[in-house]
T-cell receptor, first 114, second 113 residues
Framework: GAGVSQSPSNKVTEKGKDVELRCDPI?????LYWYRQSLGQGLEFLIY????????KSGLPSDRFSAERTGGSVSTLTIQRTQQEDSAVYLC????????????FGPGTRLTVT | GNSVTQMEGPVTLSEEAFLTINCTYT??????LFWYVQYPGEGLQLLLK?????DKGSNKGFEATYRKETTSFHLEKGSVQVSDSAVYFC????????????FGKGTHLIIQP
């Protein structure tokens, strides 16, 4: 079946602009995760959704970052007023349910802030 | 907090050599442990997992044993192939938690023919 998909695959934006990153999880997966992969920080967990709710947003790097999930499916990660330090690969993953622990990752969105 | 420490590479081996990539962790409670692999140009894939102490995860000739007494989850393979060249990440997930995965920095493995 189809895996986790993310769009766009690459995004170049100017400092100060807002960007939206999209994630389509595997159909039927109730849990959805966002991560950031950068050279300096490695892989960092950002936020988790069970259904449409995110119980803990403390992993988001700053208040410029927000995320939502609608209909228990598609999720959007929004970065406002982008900064150069936001340049990274943003990864989305989904799992059948939270306790399943096996996360399936998408190919990522490479964000470059110039 | 939770953390994972793994040897950083690059690690360069000849084909058919024995592989060990060390991984140790710090976590409260009883986490589940994972090895993920990222092949060149591809996304992260789950390689193997172990959910409780003394469990051995295995896949594609790779093995790792959950050692609670040494808080370790070392990855091993008896005979590596050129196709095993990739970046390997050790990770943990708190049992019952919603914290997502905590990853190590990754180990770049290069296998030479």
């Amino acid at each position: 079946g189809a895996g986790v998909s993310q769009s766009p695959s690459n995004k170049v934006t100017e400092k100060g602009k807002d960007v939206e990153l999209r994630c389509d999880p595997i159909s039927g997966h109730t849990a959805l995760y966002w991560y950031r992969q950068s050279l300096g920080q490695g892989l960092e967990f950002l936020i988790y959704f069970q259904g449409n709710s995110a119980p803990d947003k403390s992993g988001l790097p700053s208040d410029r970052f927000s995320a939502e999930r609608t209909g228990g499916s598609v999720s959007t990660l929004t970065i406002q007023r982008t900064q150069q330090e936001d340049s990274a690969v943003y990864l989305c993953a989904s799992s059948l349910y939270r306790e399943s622990y096996e996360q399936y990752f998408g190919p990522g969105t490479r964000l470059t802030v110039t | 907090g939770n953390s994972v420490t793994q040897m950083e590479g690059p690690v360069t081996l000849s084909e058919e050599a024995f592989l060990t990539i060390n991984c140790t962790y710090t976590a409260t409670g009883y986490p589940s442990l994972f090895w993920y692999v990222q092949y060149p140009g591809e996304g992260l894939q789950l390689l193997l997992k172990a959910t409780k102490a003394d469990d051995k995860g295995s896949n594609k000739g790779f093995e790792a044993t959950y050692r609670k007494e040494t808080t370790s989850f070392h990855l091993e393979k008896g005979s590596v192939q050129v196709s095993d060249s990739a970046v390997y990440f050790c990770a943990l997930s708190p049992r019952g938690g919603a914290d997502g995965l905590t990853f190590g920095k990754g180990t770049h493995l290069i296998i030479q023919p």
